[in-house]
């Protein structure tokens, strides 16, 4: 029970450091607390680790002059962090019942972190992203539009989750951590997909915005769905990479 508190008590600070600087809001600190809790918590310090080291970079990227996306803001609310971190926390709460959830962890980790990166570079490098199934020129920040800048992030951010969870956790080793650098790019490009295909696209009625999800800053009125999938919008799909990133390295590791 000690380590439970010691474990809430640790990711409250650090969610509410992240809420004082503006990379959080009041309820994305407060998932960050229960995500960064069960990570701590199950996991263990080198969990804990990878998790920090994602939270950092995407916000610290997020804070740079430059990102003018709809993809890139700071403020990530509960939704956005429970679809970045709740598989990762799903897998450390994992731990003792599934010799994979070390893997598994990591490899969410890696999809999030490299997809984060991805979209952060990718709007600031000033390359024209192009949709990832019809190859034509969109705006930047675009869901499904990649740009060269943007996939070697992607590479960089899968890469660096790879490696320090070779480093830090033993379960993982060298071979487990390139299982989770693959998958982590892998993850990342599944979201590119689903994002220029199945993900759906929002226009709001009343300020003529296009934000990926119903929700948008600064404006009361809801978006309303004008193509893709009922409810699979950005947050979702996110989620889904975070998925394809934890079962595909737990599926690369048992080869
Ligand atoms: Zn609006």
Redesign the pocket.
């Known amino acids: 029970m000690p380590e439970a508190v010691l474990a809430i008590s640790a990711a409250a600070a650090v969610a509410a450091a992240g809420w004082k600087l503006g990379a959080l809001d009041r309820d994305g600190a407060i998932a960050a607390t229960a995500v960064g809790g069960c990570v701590l918590g199950f996991g263990g310090w080198g969990p804990a680790v990878l998790l920090v080291l994602f939270f950092v970079s995407a916000s610290g990227l997020s804070a740079l002059p430059g990102g003018k996306g709809p993809k890139s803001r700071g403020h990530r609310n509960a939704r956005q962090v429970l679809a970045n971190g709740s598989a990762a926390a799903l897998a450390a709460v994992a731990t003792g019942a599934w010799n994979g959830w070390a893997l598994a962890l990591a490899g969410a980790l890696a999809a999030a972190t490299a997809d984060t990166w991805a979209t952060e570079i990718g709007v600031r490098s000033g390359a024209t992203p192009r949709s990832i199934l019809t190859l034509e020129p969109r705006r930047a920040g675009t869901s499904g539009a990649v740009s060269w800048p943007g996939t070697l992030a992607s590479a960089a951010g899968a890469a660096a989750i790879g490696a320090v969870s070779a480093w830090l956790i033993p379960e993982i080793g060298i071979a487990g951590g390139a299982a989770v650098a693959a998958a982590g790019v892998a993850g990342s490009l599944v979201d590119s997909l689903l994002g220029a295909s199945l993900q759906a696209v929002y226009r ?1 009625p ?4 296009t ?1 990926e999800v119903s929700n ?1 800053l600064g ?1 009361p ?1 809801r ?1 309303r769905r004008t193509a893709g999938v009922p409810g699979l919008d950005n947050d979702a799909v996110n989620w889904l990479a975070t998925v394809v990133g934890a079962l595909g390295t737990w599926g690369l590791g048992r080869l």
């Open positions: 709001c009343a300020c003529g915005a934000p948008h404006c009125a978006a």
